[in-house]
């Protein structure tokens, strides 16, 4: 009596793979390209990084530094308005306002002790 020994699937040789999904290459997702040859324009750096963070410092500590950042903050404005679009712009704005309110409250604060 000979007894047939079934063999465990992965041991099969039918010839097909099993557990592997079937690709149908037709109907592939079509890759998309974003943005073909177009970057962003190379613009001038600035220091409005610089000036917006001596302005904060003149607010909060330091007054005579406000004056240091207005001076940076309008070369950083002077190069920003030439170049539309540029992203240091708004910074450059923020640390020239900034900077003014500082000098503004710094004078404020010296008069009374000048002349108190």
Excluded: R
């Excluded at 079509?30 to 324009?41: A, E, K, L, R, Y």
């Amino acid at each position: 009596m000979s007894e047939e020994v079934e063999k465990p699937w992965w041991e099969e040789d039918s010839g097909e793979l099993q557990g592997q999904p079937s690709v149908i290459v037709d109907n592939a997702p079509q890759q998309i390209f974003v943005n073909q040859g177009m970057g962003m324009p190379d613009f001038p750096t600035t220091a409005a990084g610089v000036a917006l963070g001596i302005s904060i410092f003149g607010l909060v500590c330091c007054g005579p530094a406000a004056i240091a950042s207005l001076v940076i903050a309008m070369g950083a404005l002077e190069v920003t308005n030439t170049h539309l679009g540029h992203p240091d712009q708004g910074m450059a704005k923020a640390a020239q306002v900034i900077s003014i309110i500082a000098i503004v409250w710094f004078v404020v604060q010296m008069v009374p002790v000048l002349f108190g």
